[in-house]
């Protein structure tokens, strides 16, 4: 669907999501060697058969934010550029191929990492497939309904919400709001 000239694309699964994520862990090892402890594979791109924007999202932790900012010459070098968002938890990286995004990169503080909601959702869908497909068929549908990018991730939030309880509730987790500030 395409929305004042810009479109929001919800495509099936494609198994070269996980090479192409893979890839990119490879090439943040390298520029991040020595301040980051993870890299995984986060987002829609990460849960095997669910419908997604095709961006691959990654998520790395870091002992110290500062000492990531202090790499933002290397990453750019690979092509990720900070870009700036209401979220104080983290510091955000995209890399583009001309004017789409194929690449976020979140990096978040390592004493986080465990009860990441992004970490915790996948892994949840994953072991879910009917609310994977429950939650794929939200996402087609409000592409479909023409809403607007900025509006897309807020049209998702009351079922992300939904779907992340359960599984922080399943990990003896409390509800946590699902966007962070």
Request: net charge neutral.
């Amino acid at each position: 669907m395409v929305v004042n000239g810009t479109p929001i694309e919800v495509v099936d699964y494609d198994p070269a999501w996980p090479g192409m994520a893979a890839e990119a862990i490879a090439e943040l090892w390298t520029v991040l060697h020595g301040v980051v402890s993870a890299i995984e594979h986060i987002g829609s791109t990460a849960v095997p058969g669910l419908a997604a924007k095709p961006t691959i999202d990654l998520m790395a932790a870091a002992a110290d934010l500062a000492e990531v900012e202090g790499r933002e010459g290397s990453l750019a070098d690979h092509g990720y550029r900070r870009h700036s968002n209401a979220m104080t938890d983290r510091l955000l990286y995209v890399r583009f191929a001309g004017r789409r995004r194929t690449h976020i990169l979140h990096m978040v503080a390592a004493d986080t990492w465990p009860t990441r909601n992004q970490r915790i959702l996948r892994d949840y869908l994953r072991a879910h497939p009917a609310e994977a497909e429950r939650y794929a068929r939200l996402k087609r549908d409000v592409a479909d309904a023409g809403t607007h990018p900025a509006d897309y991730a807020r049209a998702k939030t009351a079922l992300i919400q939904e779907l992340t309880d359960r599984a922080r509730a399943a990990r003896g987790l409390p509800s946590v709001p699902v966007w962070e500030k």
